[in-house]
């Protein structure tokens, strides 16, 4: 019989991928949480390599729709407390130069009659080699909930948000997503997203995906489309990064 009470998670390493994916890029947030195989012995450390053709974070192009690459450690002793970091290759604009993201996350993981599971986690997201890098630089507290692994809901604060010429401001998330397994290693993923990021610009914009994950081995491809809504006033501020194209993801966890 399951308890009815929250309980570490058997799994914290994949909740806490799913947070960070589903936080930063909707469509390929089923990478972790659904196509890793369980290692034969349990181990406190494992690593991912990934590419993907453009980086995005919440409907906005973080790299000029050209290639990005990253890479990742994680840690967990095997109980719901997990810690990584991960740095990814950007470009905020065209004739930037190419810099760096590089984030750093704490959190714990529960998991509750097997069919429900938490994740709260607290990252800092920092910035290098990048115009105003200092000024982007910023912090999340996230709290991600998912039902039998199927949809996953979250809801992001960060106090010290900025876009543009704004102050460093607080600004909001909000993720639904859901993982759909269907034959030969194939699943098909979606999700939409809301950013409210009304204290510093007035304003927020909806941001959606659609696509399909495979996966082989340890080996994960997936391919979506992401599509973003916004009034003409977010427009005139974040224009041209809110993205409407295909972008596909490779990653390699080991």
């Known amino acids: 019989m399951t308890s009815s009470r929250l309980s570490p998670t058997r799994s914290p390493a994949a909740a806490k991928r799913a947070a960070r994916l589903l936080r930063h890029s909707i469509p390929f947030v089923c990478v972790a949480a659904f ?3 369980a290692p034969a012995e349990p181990s406190d450390w494992q690593s991912q390599v990934n590419a993907a053709t453009d980086r995005i974070n919440r409907g906005i192009d973080q790299s000029v729709n050209t290639p990005s690459i990253g890479a990742g450690v994680d840690w967990y002793p095997g109980s719901g407390l997990f810690a990584g970091a991960s740095a990814w290759t950007i470009k905020l604009f065209d004739g930037a130069p190419l810099g760096g993201e590089f984030l750093v996350d704490v959190g714990y993981a529960w998991r ?9 986690m607290l990252a800092h997201y920092q910035f290098a080699h990048s115009p105003a890098a200092s000024h982007l630089e910023y912090d999340d507290l996230d709290l991600i909930g998912s039902w039998r692994d199927f949809v996953f809901f979250s809801v992001s604060a960060s106090p010290n948000t900025a876009y543009g010429p704004s102050s460093r401001t607080w600004a ?9 397994p269907l034959s030969h ?14 204290a510093g610009l007035g304003g927020g914009f909806l941001y959606d995906n659609i696509g399909l994950s495979y996966q082989y081995r340890d080996v994960n491809f997936q391919v979506g489309y992401f599509g973003t809504r ?15 194209r295909w972008v596909a993801q490779a990653s390699w966890h080991f």
Do not use: E, F
């Open 185 to 198: 290693g194939l699943s098909a993923i979606a999700g939409v997203g809301y950013y409210d990021l009304q």
């Open 230 to 244: 916004a009034s003409a006033a977010i427009h005139a501020d974040l224009d041209p990064s809110l993205v409407h």
């Open 35 to 37: 196509s890793l195989r």
């Open 112 to 120: 509750w009659k097997a069919d429900w599971s938490l994740t709260a």
């Open 172 to 180: 909001y998330s909000y993720n639904l997503t859901t993982h759909v």
